[in-house]
């Protein structure tokens, strides 16, 4: 009925419209990487290119703009219930080739009772050409391409164009005035799904789709390719979102022209979440024959099985904050954060206040930053995680040297004002704003690593939310972790209770320049573990010209002085960090705490678990302290050596350390943006047994089970 509807459509179409069916404006030839537009009475296209010079032997990228009238628009690959999509017909010089349309995500366009799918305002349908290695330098190439479209409102109309484009041929390429235009639209087109799809036939039921490895909002939709004979689904089917245990799946009606025999993979396009923060997904998925996924009770009002609502994550969050304060990875921190506070309590109240509130703005605005970038680089396409930046080698040189100096700032080798109080140490000075602005940016970098192991179930909630609500949530986080060092300048009475400054505040100080420099050995360490002796060459390197830029600092008592020691400062951490991050990855097939832990890899798992196998998976990294923690106490115990290394039980190690999208994929997979994540796979089971993330010996033995 539907596709009956479609041809009454058109044929209405036909004779309402009568010579506005023609084609568009005559062809006009080219010359340039933009050509001239042709126009039917609701569409304009023009051709355009990356490249304005191409060279012999390279791919360039092309496409047809379609800018289209408001109120109409044009069809997807799959129309959906009516429509035609674009097609293309090239005219090219001879051995020149063109692939096929790169189509970017459409929208669901309502209409009556049918929905297409299709694009409005504006698209542009990128095409990769191939050029020939025998084309002569100095030559031109000339592009043409027909294109035929469908522009549909209330009525649909046919229409077609001619454009064109000239390419000059060089010997490099260079890029044209529609290279950005062209490359976001690569960009945003749909990505490889990281994780699993099967399409579940329910029968009667219709189908389902079931996805593992990505988390979802409660909110996504399945844009099905066209099938040879028939449709997939019923495109007008509202489509049920279906929260599960470990995954999610859409419910979906099947097309009355659904084909008796579906064989091969289903293909189409996923869109998880919407508006800005939406992410596209090719998937290719199986059809099969099983149960629909059982729904977790809730789960409409909660996220990829995290349990928690807005509210709860906020206060999570913040709990999380306070707690955060006594991890170790803070304690150098304190150092400076104590010291500030001591010379606070004896001075005007107003000033004391002044630092806590400066401290706090320092906290909370980093780790928004920190937040927004994590949420800007996911939806970039990179499968990242909380304490990304300690997987940057280049980072991890700098923080050794930054904590190297400070070290030695306290013991009072050199003292240079407000320049080193932007690194932290001005909170050891009066007037300090921007020294305790700056140590609470210090504290949070530090810090991160620490964070997951108690942000677990609120970072997960806060990975899968909306820009706005993951960002409170990251808010809440730095309220809490600021709160204790801001209340107490807040406090007057307990300030007072403080001891008063005096000559054993200069020990002190001393004292607490050695928490510093151990950090520092603890961040080169991180870095010999990510990239090799590199590291250790490159935070060594960066060190020795920090040091010479303090001695210049110093010689030279003046602005010119001064200057130059910054130069020969910042060229140090530019080098090193440089250095660094030009290094190859150290490998990481390491084993953890001593033990003879194997790679992990999803295969290896599966291939263990069919050999009868109690699979142990320790999710760790070097920069992350609890993990270490963990791994010298709690996996150093003989029971849990002796039950890991049994002939029942394998361990597997997945080494977080440097940047692995697998591994992050699979945090995901489990509501995790951090580690420590561990998890216990007994033999038969398809689901592993997810321990808390500060585990017992008796917790890790219980887990294990028959493999003791």
């Known amino acids: 009925m539907k596709r009956l509807l479609l041809v009454l459509v058109l044929i209405l179409s036909t004779m309402v419209s009568g010579p506005r069916l023609a084609t568009a404006q005559a062809f006009e030839p080219a010359n340039g990487p933009i050509g001239p537009s042709a126009r039917s009475q609701n569409v304009e296209i023009t051709l355009i290119s990356a490249a304005s010079k191409v060279a012999p ?116 390429s260079e890029d044209g ?35 593992n490895g990505i988390p979802a909002n409660g909110k996504a939709y399945f844009f099905a390719y066209e099938l040879a004979k028939g449709a997939l689904v019923d495109f007008a089917a509202p489509q049920t979102f279906v ?31 919407e508006g800005r923060t939406a992410q596209a997904y090719d998937v290719s998925a199986e059809m099969t024959i099983a149960p629909a996924m059982t729904p977790v009770a809730g789960a409409q009002d909660t996220q990829a099985g995290t349990g928690l609502g807005l509210v709860q994550a906020w206060l999570f969050a913040f709990l999380g ?16 954060k104590a010291l500030g506070l001591l010379e606070a309590s004896q001075g005007d109240r107003r000033e004391a206040r002044r630092h806590g509130l400066f401290y706090g703005a320092g906290v909370l605005i980093c780790f928004i930053g920190l937040a927004a970038a994590l949420i800007g680089l996911k939806a970039a396409g990179m499968a990242i995680g909380w304490g990304f930046q300690l997987q940057a080698p280049a980072v991890i040189t700098g923080l050794a040297i930054l904590m190297t100096l400070i070290g030695f700032n306290l013991l009072g080798f050199f003292d240079i004002g407000t320049s080193l109080q932007g690194a932290g140490s001005g909170l050891t000075r009066s007037g300090g704003a921007t020294g305790s602005f700056m140590t609470g940016v210090l504290a949070v970098v530090v810090a991160a690593p620490c964070t997951a192991p108690f942000m677990g179930a609120a970072l997960g909630y806060a990975a899968v939310q909306p820009a706005p609500q993951a960002l409170s949530i990251f808010a809440a986080l730095g309220l809490g972790f600021a709160a204790p060092f801001v209340g107490l300048t807040f406090a007057p009475g307990l300030l007072k209770a403080l001891p008063k400054p005096g000559p054993w505040m200069v020990r002190l ?33 960066g060190i020795v010209m920090a040091g010479l830029a303090v001695w210049v600092w110093r010689t030279w008592d003046s602005r010119t002085g001064r200057l130059i020691g910054l130069a020969i400062l910042l060229l140090g951490l530019g080098g090193a960090g440089f250095y660094a991050s ?30 009868g196998k109690v699979v142990f998976v320790n999710f760790t990294a070097d920069w992350c302290v609890t993990c270490k923690v963990n791994e010298a106490t709690v996996f150093a115990d003989p029971k849990v050596r002796d039950a890991l290394s049994s002939d029942r039980a394998v361990y597997l190690v997945a080494d977080w350390t440097s940047r692995d999208d697998i591994i992050a994929q699979e945090l995901a997979r489990h509501g995790r ?36």
């Open 177 to 211: 005035p529609a290279a950005r235009e062209i490359s976001t639209t690569l960009s945003n087109l749909p990505k490889p799904l990281p994780g699993q799809a099967r399409v579940s036939d329910l029968g009667d039921a219709g189908l389902q789709l079931v996805i």
């Open 321 to 336: 904050g306070l707690i955060l304060n006594l991890m170790p990875c803070v304690f150098p921190i304190l150092s400076m």
């Open 243 to 273: 929260q599960g245990k470990d995954g999610f799946g859409l419910n979906l009606t099947k097309s009355p022209s659904f084909p008796k025999e579906l064989t091969g993979p289903i293909g189409g396009v996923l869109v998880v979440g």
């Open 582 to 611: 030009m290094a190859p990855e150290a490998s990481q097939q390491r084993a953890q705490a001593g033990l003879d832990g194997e790679a992990w890899t999803p295969a290896r798992v599966s291939e263990l678990q069919a050999q």
């Open 509 to 541: 100080r001393e004292i607490l320049a050695f928490p510093m420099f151990a950090t520092a050995i603890w961040l080169i360490w991180v870095a010999t573990a990510q990239i090799g002796q590199t590291g250790v060459l490159a935070a060594l390197g």
């Open 673 to 708: 943006v951090g580690v420590p994540l561990y998890l216990v796979y007994q033999a038969g089971q398809s689901e592993p047994q997810i321990l808390p993330q500060l585990p017992s010996v008796e917790t890790i033995l219980t887990a294990l089970g028959p493999a003791r």
């Open 57 to 172: 032997g390279q791919t360039v990228q092309v496409a047809l703009k379609q800018t289209i009238a408001r109120g109409w628009h044009t069809y997807w690959r799959n129309p959906g219930d009516s429509g035609e999509p674009t097609s293309l017909t090239w005219t090219l010089p001879e051995g020149l080739t063109a692939g096929e349309i790169r189509w970017p995500v459409p929208s669901a366009i309502p209409f009556g009772p049918l929905v297409n799918y299709g694009y409005s305002d504006s698209v542009v349908l990128p095409v990769q050409l191939s050029i020939p290695k025998n084309v002569t330098p100095g030559t031109n190439l000339a592009i043409k391409v027909e294109a035929n479209w469908l522009e549909c409102a209330d009525i649909c109309i046919p229409g077609s164009g001619i454009v064109s484009i000239t390419l000059p041929v060089s010997t490099s």
